[in-house]
C-alpha cells in the first residue's frame, strides 16, 4: 500500500475510523477500538467533545480501509510515522496533556488504555 500523500488523505482515514466508531458494526467497530487499544503513535484532534485519536499504523497508508489493513503485511507505524511528521511539519513526541487526553478517550469508548502502547512503549502524539 501506499503512504499518505496530503493532510486530506490523513483526514480521509481519519473520517474512516470516525465512521466505523459511530455506526458500532461489527466487525468494523472492533476493529477501530482494537486500533486505538494497541496504538502507540496517535494523530490528535480536537473536537467540541473532547480529543480523537488516530493511531498512525492505520491513517499513514492512503485509502486505509479493515480489509485493506488486515491485509497489509508490511504495515508498520515505524514507516508511517516519518511520512505524517513530513506533512504535519512536526515530530511525534511524548505529551502528558495528550496521554490524559488519550485516557479519557479510550473510557469514553469503554475500555481503560494500557500504561504504554504495544511493546511497552510510552505512546507519542502529533497535533492536528
Known amino acids: 500500500m501506499r503512504y499518505i500523500e496530503s493532510v486530506a488523505e490523513l483526514r480521509e482515514n481519519m473520517?474512516?475510523?470516525?465512521?466505523?466508531?459511530?455506526?458500532k458494526r461489527e466487525s468494523t467497530y472492533s476493529f477501530a477500538l482494537?486500533?486505538?487499544r494497541k496504538g502507540?503513535?496517535?494523530?490528535?484532534l480536537s473536537t467540541k467533545n473532547g480529543y480523537r485519536f488516530y493511531p498512525s499504523r492505520f491513517v499513514g497508508y492512503a485509502e486505509n480501509t479493515k480489509e485493506?489493513?488486515?491485509n497489509n503485511d508490511t504495515k508498520d507505524g515505524r514507516k508511517t510515522n516519518p511520512?505524517?511528521?513530513s506533512l504535519l511539519g512536526?515530530?511525534?513526541?511524548?505529551?502528558?496533556?495528550?496521554e490524559k487526553a488519550y485516557r479519557d478517550y479510550c473510557e469514553k469508548l469503554?475500555?481503560?488504555?494500557n500504561d504504554r502502547g504495544t511493546f511497552g512503549v510510552e505512546r507519542k502524539y502529533w497535533m492536528l
Open 90 to 98: 512536526q515530530k511525534v513526541e511524548p505529551n502528558p496533556m495528550l
Open 40 to 44: 502507540t503513535c496517535f494523530v490528535a
Open 110 to 113: 469503554g475500555f481503560i488504555a
Open 68 to 70: 485493506k489493513h488486515e
Open 83 to 85: 511520512v505524517i511528521s
Open 34 to 36: 482494537n486500533l486505538i
Open 15 to 23: 473520517t474512516t475510523l470516525d465512521h466505523y466508531l459511530e455506526q
